[in-house]
């Protein structure tokens, strides 16, 4: 496969406490192929818990939509992904925009001359998002089954094995369950005997002296229909390069997996050197989509981002960062405002002047407030 030719297919990677609902809208807007719920304990959704099972709300919107799961435990992984499987994730159903913020979207768009296709593909498939929701029949097609009137049931579930942060390796999760390769298969079993959704994993290339190609060879004859490699061991966190020598070895070794690669994934530069690396046109972004929700469609474009106008790079991140904000009050209410602050800083973060705007935007308590702020900021 000549990777330079073809369209490189790109999922969001879960992210904790920012993959919510309207991030991975915002990116499905944005051109991702694929999307990941943050992660979500098992025991947690075992017991019922509530504000867990809120957490994974999406809309049809979203879908491919992947639940991913932590946890060290067979039996609440068994019960949770059978929870999943069968109960699903609360639906979000989204309003149309209300007319004031239809108008102040559409002052934002004829200032800014979009230049390239991806920009326009954003518009109308927001515009056609809007359509949607506005008739009776607002749902996109979705498999036989998925769509309720309160619930959805995800396109897959994905295990994480590969989370390094302290709070889930502490408690003998994510990357932690490299110590007992067994316990990860007995895991994974009890996922696969109870769920008939497609079942996937999140890894590394290495925890301590185990390698990908360690974990693989205990559990290559199960099912498993993707396997996505961040390309840095536990070690490494999420800093330094990534291993692309292991990884295509991986790729070659176990092609009975669909792989994707993700981890130092920022532009199309960064994604098409690593998809040349590893022989693998499959990408996960995460870091990289912080502020940038079309990432994904500046990955598959041709145009060098670089030479546009300063004024027209600010002008198309007040455009975005408006939408985002109005989807996550429509998710979240009041809270989805608190939470859009950190959003705002990233969308803001890499222009001249921009740490006057972060001061004003981290303190947005109401849509108004951040209506009158991205004013001042064009």
């Known amino acids: 496969m000549k990777i330079d030719t073809c369209k490189l297919k790109i999922a969001l990677a879960p992210m904790a406490g920012i993959t919510d609902s309207a991030m991975r809208l915002m990116n499905k807007l944005g051109g991702a192929n694929l999307v990941y719920s943050e992660m979500a304990h098992v025991n947690a959704i075992s017991y019922n818990n509530q504000q867990i099972l809120n957490m994974l709300k999406a809309s049809p919107f979203e879908f491919p939509y992947v639940v991913q799961l932590f946890g060290n435990d067979p039996k609440y992984f068994a019960h949770a992904v059978k929870i999943i499987s069968t109960k699903g994730v609360p639906v979000m159903r989204y309003k149309p925009f209300n007319k004031k913020q239809l108008e102040f979207i559409e002052n934002l768009v004829p200032s800014y001359q979009f230049p390239v296709s991806s920009h326009n593909d954003f518009i109308n498939k927001f515009l056609d998002f809007q359509k949607k929701l506005s008739s009776k029949n607002w749902a996109p097609a979705l498999p036989a089954g998925r769509l309720g009137t309160s619930h959805l049931i995800p396109s897959g579930v994905d295990i994480n094995l590969g989370c390094p942060a302290k709070r889930v390796f502490g408690h003998g999760s994510g990357a932690a369950l490299w110590k007992n390769l067994p316990k990860i298969r007995k895991i994974l079993e ?41 390309g840095r061991s536990y070690q490494q966190g999420f800093s330094g390069e990534i291993d692309t020598a292991i990884i295509k ?62 004024a027209s790079l600010i002008t198309l991140n007040c455009l975005l960062a408006y939408i985002h904000s109005i989807l996550a009050f429509q998710s979240k209410g009041p809270r989805g405002i608190i939470e859009m602050r950190k959003h705002l800083t990233w969308y803001f973060k890499d222009f001249p002047g921009a740490k006057t705007w972060r001061k004003k935007l981290v303190g947005v308590e109401s849509i108004k407030e951040i209506e009158k702020n991205l004013s001042t900021i064009l």
């Open 190 to 230: 009890a996922v696969l005997l109870n769920t008939k959704l497609p079942v996937s994993i999140k890894v590394r290339t290495s925890v301590a002296n185990i390698t990908i190609l360690d974990l693989l060879e205990t559990i290559k004859d199960l099912p498993l229909t993707r396997v996505m490699i961040h």
């Open 249 to 310: 070895k991986t790729i070659k070794k176990y092609s009975q997996f669909e792989f994707w690669v993700n981890g130092g994934i920022v532009d199309r530069k960064s994604a098409l050197s690593t998809a040349r690396k590893t022989g693998c046109p499959n990408l996960g972004i995460a870091r990289g989509a912080l502020g940038n929700p079309l990432l994904a469609e500046k990955i598959n474009n041709l145009e060098n981002s670089s030479t546009r106008k300063l």
